[in-house]
């Protein structure tokens, strides 16, 4: 089956393991205010407020009193805006997405800790969900870190639709399949699977 490899999905379940993250003096994350987050992501006001309205909440993490790190979480709907391809988030489950770090702070650990912020903050959820592109090695290696593992990879097949190869435990493969609403297909075998950046 020819497909073409486009990124792996993570979870993570309240109660599965956190590792434990070295201290970060003066580390904290906090809800995104408007102005840190127009400062350094960038966003117009009219974007905040179309997010909020759609149940998307962003986290904040600051070092001291700067802000230097954000991400999004969504609660109702979520799009994977790379593939043009949306889903709803279940009550109990969150996605997340568009994370950024600030250049100066990249490599000092500020992604996991605010991922494991988010875990704790969000605590009336039980499942967490995050994707990123398969080539960004930063990014696999900040969401392992924060304890998430992978459970599929998304893929385009010959035909262009979309489907998922199994990589975690079937629980959470099936959980990943009904998030998503897309269908599993075996793992590629024959050296027929190519990746590309979504």
């Known amino acids: 089956m020819s497909m073409v490899i486009l990124g792996p999905l993570c ?30 992501g960038g966003y117009a006001p009219e974007e905040l407020a179309r997010r909020r309205s759609e149940g998307h909440r962003p986290y904040v993490a600051l070092v001291g009193r700067e802000p230097v790190a954000y991400g999004w979480v969504a609660t109702q709907q979520a799009e994977i805006g790379a593939l043009a391809f949306a889903f709803l988030v279940p009550p109990g489950e969150r996605y997340l997405w568009d994370f950024f770090t600030l250049p100066e702070w990249r490599g000092r650990g500020i ?43 998304i893929v385009r097949l010959a035909d262009g639709r979309l489907a998922l190869v199994p990589v975690g435990p079937a629980e959470r493969v099936a959980a990943a399949a009904r998030l998503l609403g897309l269908p599993v297909v075996p793992t590629a075998t024959g050296g027929d699977a190519t990746s590309e950046q979504r």
């Open 111 to 153: 992604y996991p800790r605010l991922l494991q912020a988010i875990l704790e903050l969000e605590n009336e959820a039980e499942r967490f969900w995050i994707g990123y592109d398969a080539p960004n090695a930063a990014s696999a290696r900040g969401i392992a870190k924060a304890g998430f593992r992978v459970v599929v990879e």
């Open 11 to 40: 979870t993570w379940w309240r109660g599965d393991p956190l590792p434990v993250l070295p201290p970060f003096q003066g580390f904290r994350v906090e809800p995104g205010r408007d102005a840190w987050l127009e400062r350094i």
